[in-house]
C-alpha cells in the first residue's frame, strides 16, 4: 500500500483572475495602475473587502512616493470598473482626518456595521467595456489631471508663500553672516594673511629648555 504524501502548505499570495487580465479595460491600464490594483490586492483578506486602503502614508513602503501618480492610477482603476469608493471623503483640506476606502468589483462585499459599510454582491464592472475602443476612451479621460479645488489652490498658495519667505530669511542671514565675515577679516590681521616671523635662517633659537635649530 502506497503512501500518500502530505499536503503542501499554501503560502498567502493573490491572483489576478484571467476574466480581469484579459478584459479590454484592463489592457489599457497604466503599469502605474496595475501596480497600484496589485499592492492594494496584497491587503485583501477574506472579510475586509470594502475596506481597502490606497493613502500614499501607507503605501509609502512599497514605492510609492508620488500623490499625483496615486491619484492618477486610482482614477484610471475606477474607469475601468475594477475599484469602486464604499467611503468618500471631504479631503485633507477641509479637515477630514479618514481616507476613501474601496471595493475590488469582481469580489462580494460583507457588510462592515462600525465603518458604515453595506453588503454588496460581486459587480464585475469592468466586464461593461465590450471593446477595446470603448475601454481606451474611458482610461484616457480618466487620466486626465482632475481640476484643483478653491481649497487645494489656496493651500498650495500657501505653502509657496511660506517657502518664499523662509528661502528669503535664509538669503538675508547668511549676507548678514558674510557681511560681519568680511568686517573681521579685514579690519585685522587673519590666521591665513598674518607673516611667518622667527629668527634668520641658520641661527639657533631658544625654544623652552633646549636648542633648536632653524
Known amino acids: 500500500m502506497s503512501r500518500q504524501r502530505p499536503p503542501e502548505k499554501v503560502e498567502k499570495h493573490y491572483r489576478t483572475p484571467l476574466a480581469v487580465a484579459n478584459s479590454p479595460a484592463w489592457r489599457c491600464l497604466h503599469y502605474s495602475a496595475k501596480a497600484l490594483w496589485g499592492d492594494m490586492r496584497a491587503t485583501l483578506t477574506s472579510f475586509n473587502n470594502g475596506d481597502i486602503s490606497a493613502a500614499l502614508s501607507q503605501l509609502k513602503h512599497r514605492g510609492w512616493t508620488s500623490s ?47 465603518k458604515h459599510i453595506p453588503a454588496v454582491k460581486a459587480t464585475r464592472d469592468w466586464e461593461g467595456f465590450a471593446t477595446l475602443t470603448e475601454a481606451e476612451r474611458a482610461i484616457a479621460e480618466a487620466s486626465v489631471p482632475e481640476p484643483m479645488s478653491p481649497e487645494k489652490l489656496a493651500a498650495r498658495k500657501k505653502r509657496t508663500l511660506q517657502k518664499l519667505h523662509r528661502d528669503d530669511a535664509e538669503t538675508a542671514a547668511m549676507a548678514r553672516f558674510d557681511a560681519a565675515e568680511t568686517a573681521v577679516r579685514g579690519g585685522g590681521v587673519t590666521a591665513e594673511t598674518a607673516p611667518i616671523t622667527g629668527p634668520p635662517k641658520g641661527q639657533i633659537s631658544k625654544s623652552g629648555n633646549y636648542l633648536e635649530h632653524v
Open 68 to 114: 499625483t501618480t496615486l491619484a492618477k492610477a486610482l482614477r484610471q482603476l475606477e474607469a475601468g470598473g475594477f475599484l469602486r469608493v464604499t467611503r468618500k471623503t471631504v479631503g485633507v483640506e477641509k479637515g477630514s482626518k479618514v481616507c476613501n476606502l474601496y471595493r475590488f468589483t469582481d469580489i462580494e462585499v460583507f457588510e462592515q456595521p462600525k
